[in-house]
């Protein structure tokens, strides 16, 4: 029997410079590893860099033309839960998010997810609710969403510090990851075994 942890990746979505997004998933990140349940992966989207979906066939086939594609598969199939650290913009989630979700199909399938959104009145709640939908249609399953109010709890010289609220919230998402990550396991390998 294995005794490896299960690995999230944290996914940071926003690019833009200036962002405050690379700070929140840290934050995140040091809760997932204080939490312990899993090995914990930094993605970052503004590393990752890649192009406006530029792939001929649909992902469906994994028929990958283009390498950065290619190395972004390999990138999310190793996960088997996921947190996206999303801004919102205009009432909904930015165009990286949705970007690097379009490029994958199967490799999305049959996984845990949860969501930390940010913003000013609203705390990203809308784009988090457009990231369901789409990831609904993906066949990964919700474990929770943490909503963090800039205007209240703000990035202060490049670091954010949650308070007791957040760190518990989170710690209710992460427990609800783990909880899913091996239960979707299975299934996820089944599908795999007969493509």
Not at 36 to 64: A, S
Not at 71 to 78: A, L
């Amino acid at each position: 029997m294995s005794t490896s942890k299960p690995v999230l990746q944290v996914i940071i979505c926003s690019t833009r410079p200036g962002r405050v997004g690379g700070a929140i998933g840290q934050w995140f990140i040091d809760v997932a590893t204080t939490h312990g349940g899993f090995d914990v992966e930094l993605v970052d989207l503004l590393v990752v860099n890649l192009p406006l979906y530029d792939e001929p066939q649909h992902p469906i086939r994994l028929q990958y033309l283009h390498e950065h594609t290619k190395r972004w598969s390999e990138t999310i199939s190793r996960a088997d839960a996921f947190v996206f650290v999303i801004p919102e913009y205009n009432h909904s989630m930015n165009a990286a998010t949705k970007n690097c979700i379009d490029y994958l199909h199967f490799e999305w399938r049959y996984k845990p997810y949860g969501i930390v959104c940010y913003g000013g009145a609203s705390m990203g709640l809308r784009a988090a609710q457009m990231l369901k939908l789409i990831l609904a249609a993906l066949k990964v399953t919700l474990c929770g969403d943490v909503s963090i109010p800039l205007a209240t709890t703000p990035v202060k010289d490049g670091v954010f510090a949650g308070n007791d609220i957040l760190v518990n919230s989170s710690n209710t998402q992460l427990n609800e990851l783990a909880v899913f990550a091996p239960l979707l396991k299975p299934l996820r390998d089944s599908t795999e075994a007969s493509r």
